[in-house]
Nanobody, 126 residues
Framework: QVVLVDSGGGLVQAGGSLRLSCAAD?????????MGWFRRAPGKDREFVAA?????????LYTDSVKGRFTISRDDAEKVLYLQMNSLKPEDTATYYC?????????????????WGQGTQVTVSS
């Protein structure tokens, strides 16, 4: 049963921008908790990208390689999670996954996330 649907990936040149979206099933309460973005590059393990705390708070967390370039945000009225990616680099090429946590706190630990989107491909050409 699909509960998170992520989209917005594509092919972009280095230095370009993309905005990823993750739509949550409004009937489920998990959206109230922290949410995050992870990515998996070809031949590599899944890695944390960014996270935002649950509704009512605005704490964000980023992996060092995307700080200053990526911004995570959420539209609580529409129950949509976003990842604005600017100044993209070829090393950002990966499949990106949104995820919903079981806790309120923003976290980089993948085991804290209960639900996962199907992934959206981001390819950055040099």
């Amino acid at each position: 049963q699909v509960v998170l649907v992520d989209s917005g990936g594509g092919l972009v040149q280095a230095g370009g921008s993309l905005r990823l979206s993750c739509a949550a099933d409004s009937r489920r309460p998990y959206y109230n908790y922290a949410m995050g973005w992870f990515r998996r590059a070809p031949g590599k393990d899944r890695e944390f990208v960014a996270a935002i705390s649950g509704i009512g708070s605005s704490t964000t967390l980023y992996t060092d390689s995307v700080k200053g370039r990526f911004t995570i945000s959420r539209d609580d009225a529409e129950k949509v999670l976003y990842l604005q990616m600017n100044s993209l680099k070829p090393e950002d090429t990966a499949t990106y996954y949104c995820a919903a946590s079981r806790y309120d706190r923003a976290s980089s630990a993948s085991y804290e996330y209960m639900y996962w989107g199907q992934g959206t491909q981001v390819t950055v050409s040099s």
